[in-house]
């Protein structure tokens, strides 16, 4: 190819806007129609199903072709919701922003709801129910009693303790001993 030679154009290809992507019939034609990639008669509709295939037991070909136009169908509509559900999630996500609702605010408000939705659960309800009987128990009452003996013994062996460590410290202060001790420690501050 010389240079100064201008290139072919290059094909061109046109995509049919009504094939669903979403549709195990990618790239077929309409039911009963042609192949747009070959041109060559699609048998069967859009399943591609040629006359040679068996029917399901008890189903006719035109029943077979009334379901399978009706799949088609569905999927179209199929196509058309998930078009519509984006379409309504970007709208909802651009409202939140304008709100100033971030997804960490949402978590946030999911989580207290939650919580709310506990508390007001049976279970819960039936624990909480279940622990005021408890409290109210012999059991729990005798618990709750020889702890806090137990704590009041404690408090008073601990005061008696610190009472007689005081009373030791101060005998100690007033012994010889120490009266001596502190001289010399006084001695040394003013030397």
Known sequence: MDVGQACPPAPTLSLD???????????????????????????GGAM???????????????????IRSELVKV???????????LAKEKHSAELKRKLGLS??????????????????????LTASATLDEISRSEAYKKTQETLSVAGQK???????MGTALSRKLGDMRNSPTFKSFED?????KLG
């Open 17 to 43: 806007p009504d094939i669903n992507l979403n549709s195990p019939n990618k790239g077929l034609g309409p039911a009963g129609g042609a192949d747009p990639l070959t041109d060559v008669p699609v048998e």
């Open 48 to 66: 591609g199903v040629s006359s040679i295939n068996t029917l399901p037991p008890g189903l006719t070909e035109e029943e077979a072709e009334e």
């Open 75 to 85: 999927e179209e509509e199929i196509s058309t919701l998930r078009q519509v559900l």
């Open 103 to 124: 997804p960490l605010n949402e978590l946030k408000q999911n989580l207290t709801k939650g919580w709310q939705d506990v508390q007001t659960s049976n279970a819960y």
């Open 184 to 188: 010399k420690v006084g001695n040394m």
């Open 154 to 160: 404690t408090t008073a062996a601990l005061s008696t």
